[in-house]
């Protein structure tokens, strides 16, 4: 057998870097946003519900929907992108949503159907990652849809609080947080419904991203 026709030695294939330790994921720029974000959540929760503190719960979740923003960024900017950080970021928004949606039931700011509707969805959702785990599958990919009811939502949450009381900032800000809700929950919904289809899919042997 010449030199040409000879198996490559399996020295010759490159080997897939080993993933970082969580602890080093952990202290990547990214990931300490996302941490400092989920650490937010039990603050604004008591700034809003104990002393009432509106104006300092209002930049807790400024900073929230900011830093939401900018861990992407920096995770594509900095080339670390990790799967800690793939599972932290939507924990801090899925918190920041529900938290935020229980703290507004009891204050009165928004009606009991909506927070019962976007709940419900987020249980659903959670059944179905169950469901996909059960048979094998990764989670699926967040969808376009999903990533715009999130960011209406995270927009739609500040301006609620802002509107609160009669001053001409509020009435002036009032249509456009009612927008941002009204198209939040909507593609919220919407969202989830799509994850259900795609569970469908995979659970009855459909095309979907299989763990391999």
């Known amino acids: ?51 009432e503190e509106d104006g300092w719960a209002l930049l807790v979740l400024v900073f929230g929907a900011l830093t939401d923003w900018l861990d992407g960024k920096l ?22 949503i529900v938290a935020t949606l229980v703290a507004f039931l009891v204050r009165d700011i928004i009606p009991w159907w ?50 609160q009381g009669d001053s001409l900032t509020a009435e002036i800000l009032r249509p456009i947080a009612y927008a941002f809700t009204i198209w939040g929950g909507l593609l919220y919904l919407w969202s989830g419904a799509l994850y259900v289809v795609q569970t469908v899919k995979a659970v009855s042997g459909r095309p979907l991203a299989h763990r391999g």
């Open 1 to 51: 057998m010449t030199e040409s026709a000879r198996p490559r030695e399996h020295a010759d294939v490159p080997q897939a870097a080993p993933e970082p330790s969580l602890a080093r994921q952990a202290l990547t720029l990214p990931n300490i946003l996302s941490i400092l974000r989920l650490a937010g959540v039990p603050v604004f929760l008591w700034l809003l519900l104990g002393p």
């Open 75 to 96: 995770a594509r900017w900095l080339d670390q992108t990790s799967r800690l950080g793939q599972l932290l970021d939507p924990a801090a928004d899925r918190l920041y």
């Open 114 to 163: 909506f927070v019962a509707a976007l709940v419900a969805r987020e249980l659903i959702v959670g059944v179905a990652l169950v469901i996909l785990r059960r048979n094998g599958f990764a989670p699926p990919e967040v969808t376009y849809v999903g990533k715009g009811a999130t960011f209406c939502l995270m927009y739609a949450l500040p301006l609620l609080l802002l509107i």
